[in-house]
T-cell receptor
């Protein structure tokens, strides 16, 4: 049982390059989330999805796009990377009902540096 | 709007001291969940506790205890007899109503010195 898997774990990009971060979960969770973590800022929500084929903006969506073509995968895209996007990115998922479980499961993070 | 405030940016204690991490939340929803996560130096997020808004019972788990008070919109976390391994960043988080979002506080860095 892998839970939530993020790929890659580390990446260095040059300004203007594009890349996609992949989040995969094997728990059949409906909801998936992308967060970024910056020093002193906590985790801030970028985008999220409440089901296959749906996405919604979080607190800091600018410069990012997402897709949820399959229930188990949630992709985060950076079309033209900027140094301000240097951060640690976390993916999370949760089932529709969170009454009898821990709720949110997090991946181990992706450390992205844009130079 | 939902908001989580962790006013303590950093706390330093000596081993075996008790320490309380404060968390104040804001929401207009009557149904919500509160969480605490630990982030050790290795970087992963470790789930500690979840509490729903209808359960105001305090909880104790080993050296950890949580005090949930709706009257003051607080969900404070106490570590008793702290240990060096407790050194980490601790996040309080809120999931309210039907927004489907988990909102984090800015975290409190706890350093426990031997």
């Amino acid at each position: 049982n892998a839970g939530v898997t993020q790929t890659p774990k580390f990446r260095v990009l040059k300004t203007g390059q594009s890349m996609t971060l992949l989040c995969a979960q094997d728990m059949n969770h409906e909801y998936m989330y992308w967060y970024r973590q910056d020093p002193g800022m906590g985790l801030r929500l970028i985008h999220y999805s409440v089901g296959e084929g749906t996405t919604a903006k979080g607190e800091v969506p600018d410069g990012y796009n997402v897709s949820r073509l399959k229930k188990q995968n949630f992709l985060l895209g950076l079309e033209s990377a900027a140094p301000s996007q240097t951060s640690v990115y976390f993916c999370a998922s949760r089932p529709f009902f969170q009454l009898d479980n821990y709720g949110y499961t997090f991946g181990s993070g992706t450390r992205l540096t844009v130079v | 709007a939902q908001k989580v405030t962790q006013a303590q940016t950093e706390i330093s204690v000596v081993e075996k001291e008790d320490v309380t991490l404060d968390c104040v939340y804001e929401t207009r929803d009557t149904t919500y969940y509160l969480f605490w996560y630990k982030q050790p130096p290795s970087g992963e997020l470790v789930f500690l506790i979840r509490r729903n808004s209808f359960d105001e019972q305090n909880e104790i788990s080993g050296r950890y205890s949580w005090n949930f008070q709706k009257s003051t919109s607080s969900f404070n976390f106490t570590i008793t007899a702290s240990q060096v391994v407790d050194s980490a960043v601790y996040f309080c988080a809120l999931s309210a109503g039907n927004t489907d979002k988990l909102i984090f506080g800015t975290g409190t860095r706890l350093q426990v010195f031997p």
